[in-house]
């Protein structure tokens, strides 16, 4: 018994210092933009979505969010609205 007590007394202090769910799901979603983004020239919402497993309104939040910060521009790829780095030639 005193092993799983000990087991779940670890797992609440990993959670802990983890910190606020949210500020983690969006960590997680912009390192997973960011990671495409250096093998890709552009990201669509589309790409987003298979991603982060995320709807189209909330892949459009995360990238309008993004361009806000000025971490992403966005632009035409093919007749749609893509994204890319600033510093990235089109």
């Known amino acids: ?3 799983i007590k ?6 609440i202090k990993a959670r802990d210092e983890m910190g ?3 500020i983690d799901k969006a960590n997680f979603r912009e390192n997973k933009i ?3 983004l ?3 020239d552009h990201i ?3 790409d987003v979505r298979a991603l982060c497993g995320v709807s189209s309104a909330t892949a459009n939040r995360l990238l309008a969010g993004l361009t806000v910060e000025g971490k992403l521009v966005r632009c035409r790829v093919g007749g749609h609205w893509a994204y ?3 510093d ?3």
């Open 1 to 3: 018994m005193s092993a």
């Open 6 to 11: 000990a087991s779940l007394i670890e797992a």
């Open 20 to 22: 606020d769910g949210k």
């Open 34 to 36: 960011c990671e495409h």
């Open 38 to 40: 250096d093998t890709h």
């Open 44 to 46: 669509t919402n589309a």
């Open 84 to 86: 890319r780095r600033p």
């Open 88 to 90: 990235s030639q089109q």
